[in-house]
């Protein structure tokens, strides 16, 4: 990757329009992972009194800039592990640290984006994308005296993602994709260390899902903050991320941590290729033998 700017057809990202706030290895021009920015400590959770386990004894350590999944059968504790790390849960059991301070409720430096994009019907694509500025501080003290600043860096980040000249457009007058896409800026423009990310592909086509891959690592190769990704297509794992965590059946415990081989930049055509199947099939290998477990 130039150290300047990442291609993919029809879009042209610089490092000049993100901050980048995480040190970069220069001579590859993308960030070395350093300690972890992310530990779970002996997490158990339940979600009330008298409930049986939702996570048993889990630990994971995430570093800095690192982009990870998380794959497991349905129900295992893979959304509850998001909001854990998130601060919208506490566990039960164990400790929570993000950026070596404990957990203590729901973090500002967090973006989030679910399957469903959740944009506001009565607001434009250009305000649903502001919304996390009305409410995150510092921005919301200084939106009203600086909002042409704000609009111009939702302008860009939109047009980032093939999105320019839809500023105006309200959220039924975009596509599934769109919209997704939409929602990812949403999750990004306050620019977070740290994004959360819950089936956010699974509802699209096949195609759209595809290029959502490439928008999403374009973005977090120019400005690398942490990603955890929750998903059921172990494809999608094994495109995005650095490393790939097994869950086992409810309760949810950690079985396999594995290192992904495959070098970035990533394109389509890497799917196509003998150790990206391999990687899939031996992911594949592991959810059957938790499923038959």
Known sequence: MHSGAVFR???????????????????????????????????RLRYSEGDDLALETTNMKIGKGEFIAVVGPSGCGKSSLLKLVSGLMPPSEGTVIVDNKEVAGPLKIVGMAFQNPTLLPWRTTLDN????????????????????????????????????GHEDK???????????????????????DLLMLDEP??????FTREE??????????VRPFTVILVTHDLRE??????????????????LVER?????????????????????VHELRSHIRDVRES
């Open 129 to 164: 994308v502001l919304l996390p500025m009305e409410i995150v501080k510092p921005h919301r003290n200084r939106l009203r005296k600086n909002r042409a600043e704000y609009e111009e860096r939702a302008r860009k980040l939109l047009a980032s993602v093939g999105l320019e």
């Open 9 to 43: 057809p029809g879009f042209l990202l610089t490092t000049s329009d993100f901050t980048k706030k995480n040190d970069q290895d220069q001579a590859g021009g993308l960030t070395a992972v350093s300690k972890s920015f992310v530990e779970l400590n002996n997490v």
């Open 259 to 279: 290192e992904n081989p495959l070098p970035r930049p990533r394109d389509q055509e890497a799917t196509f290729t003998q150790p990206f199947t391999d990687l």
């Open 237 to 254: 794992a094994a495109y995005l991320a650095d490393t790939i965590y097994v869950m086992s059946k409810r309760p949810g415990k950690i």
């Open 201 to 206: 592909f699974g509802a699209l086509d096949a």
């Open 212 to 221: 959502l891959w490439d928008i999403l690592q374009n973005l977090w190769m």
């Open 170 to 192: 309200y959220p039924w007058e975009l596509s599934g994709g769109m919209q997704q896409r939409a929602s990812l800026c949403r999750s990004l423009i306050h620019e977070p």
